[in-house]
């Protein structure tokens, strides 16, 4: 079955202590995305990744990094988390034009 | 700029069709254009895209016009599990590989009984 598996789902942490939300998918897709979505702004792109080593930065890229050592693993890191970083974060995969899976979501609390 | 314009919300009765307009006028002419929908308490979900052409599946169909400024998501007959946000979505260019997905406030599909 083609999945895209975040973990974890849910995450409450305290400002500061650095986080890790994983992200892999089973597809083979090249292109690879983290979003997060806050209420009345939609979903918006904060890094993407074209294939492995390959990234470059959405829409809201501060505060957050990315790695693509491996092709099914898209890990978004947040090295200095803040209350502002409090979202729903989905992870997405593609190939080409086609289309794009997400995950089920983290939903992540920063106090 | 890769911007979309949506209604906020709209409303339909079960199996009636819906037609939900988006406005991208700023659109290059290589950009495919993108619908999505989110269920409650879901990640989004593909539902159709096009380029030029109207496009069928088995969930919806895609009218886009003939300029390219515009397009219509068809649902030919609402069910209760429609309801949803639907996102008429394009890429951003400015960034370094065109790889960016600009998602917008989308339409909330409300289906009565």
């Known amino acids: 079955e083609a999945q895209v598996t975040q973990n974890p789902r849910y995450l409450i942490t305290v400002t500061g202590k650095k986080l890790t939300v994983t992200c892999s998918q089973n597809?083979?897709?090249?292109?690879m995305s983290w979003y997060r979505q806050d209420p009345g702004l939609g979903l918006r792109q904060i890094y993407y990744?074209?294939?492995?080593?390959?990234?470059d930065k959405g829409d809201v890229p501060e505060g957050y990094k990315v790695s693509r050592k491996e092709k099914r693993n898209f890990p978004l890191i947040l090295e200095s988390p803040s209350p502002n970083q409090t979202s729903l974060y989905f992870c997405?995969?593609?190939?080409?034009?086609?289309?794009?899976?997400f995950g089920a979501g983290t939903r992540l609390s920063v106090l | 700029d890769a911007k979309t314009t949506q209604p906020n919300s709209m409303e339909s009765n079960e199996e009636e069709p819906v037609h939900l307009p988006c406005n991208h006028s700023?659109?290059?002419?290589?950009?495919?254009i993108h619908w999505y929908r989110q269920l409650p308490s879901q990640g989004p979900e593909y539902v159709i895209h096009g380029l030029t052409s109207n496009v069928n599946n088995r969930m919806a169909s895609l009218a886009i016009a003939e300029d390219r400024k515009s397009s219509t998501l068809i649902l030919h007959r609402a069910t209760l599990r429609d309801a949803a946000v639907y996102y008429c979505i394009l890429r951003d260019r400015r960034d370094n590989y065109g790889q960016n997905f600009v998602f917008g406030p989308g339409t909330r599909l409300s289906v009565l009984p």
């Open positions: 997405a995969s593609r190939r080409g034009e086609g289309i794009q899976y």
């Open positions: 990744s074209m294939n492995v080593e390959v990234t």
């Open positions: 700023t659109i290059s002419g290589t950009d495919y």
């Open positions: 597809m083979n897709h090249e292109y």
